[in-house]
């Protein structure tokens, strides 16, 4: 029977098998490669990826798809995780983890900030995005797309956009064009943050009221000396702000202590 997507699980199922093609090679796969999927829908990217890996994980939250899947795949070659991606626990999985999937465009940026939960334990991430978000990742400071999505994931991660995918590649067609970005993990000598958590709590701090200059937006964090005293000009804008100037906030604060 014909499958309906279901809008709230923001369905929407690639069925260009150049695209799907051009996606797994682009992953250039080894067949001890561990790998999971996110959202396997309908099953044409993973009949794909299991052309050329022995065992594939997926994670898949709509019950009915699951019981297509496990029809169409035999239980030794998909190990199928039945749940939220947001929930599910990524780093549970064989490292080095690579991650591939076409990314519900509901649950899109929450996702991306619950996998750098496991990114330490990630060779690669290769996902299917919004044109937009891929945009907002690879953002320049100063331009309109530049926010909170962009500084915590080029911090985190080395970005290479790899193809995008006209609208009509989908069923149903959604309203905006996709993007295919490859995502791959910095080393952790090359994460200059003393404290993530800081970092973390920085950028967001910032971003939370982005049209406000920085001696303002950060005023519960850090002072306009301090500011001064790392090179920040304190009336600049947090998009104004390349990704270093957020880890050097953050390690400030972590020197100089609890306010």
Known sequence: MRHVARKRFGQHFLEAP??????????????????????PGLGALTATLLERLPHLHAVEIDRDLCARLRQRFALERLALHEGDALEFDFASLPAPLRVVGNLPYNISTPLLFHLMGAAERCADLHLMLQKEVVDRLAAEPGSK???????????????????????????????????????????????AAV?????????????????????????????????????????????????????????????AGPR
Do not use: C, W
């Not at 695209?19 to 999927?37: F, G, N, T």
């Open 195 to 255: 404290d993530a958590n800081a970092f973390s709590r920085v950028v967001k701090t910032a971003f939370s009221t982005r049209r406000k200059i920085v001696k303002n937006s950060l005023s519960s964090l850090v002072s306009a000396r301090q500011l001064e005293a790392l090179g920040i000009d304190p009336t600049s804008r947090a998009e104004d702000l390349p990704v270093s100037d957020f880890v050097a906030i953050a390690n400030g604060m972590h020197e």
């Open 145 to 191: 797309d530049y926010g909170r999505l962009t500084v915590m994931l080029q911090y985190r991660y080395g970005l290479e956009r790899l193809l995008e995918v006209p609208a009509s590649a989908f069923r149903p067609r959604p309203e905006v064009d996709s993007a295919v970005v490859r995502l791959v993990p910095r080393p952790r000598g090359e994460l």
């Open 18 to 39: 150049e695209i799907v093609r051009a996606i797994v090679d682009a992953m250039a796969l080894r067949p001890d490669d561990s790998v999971v999927e996110i959202g």
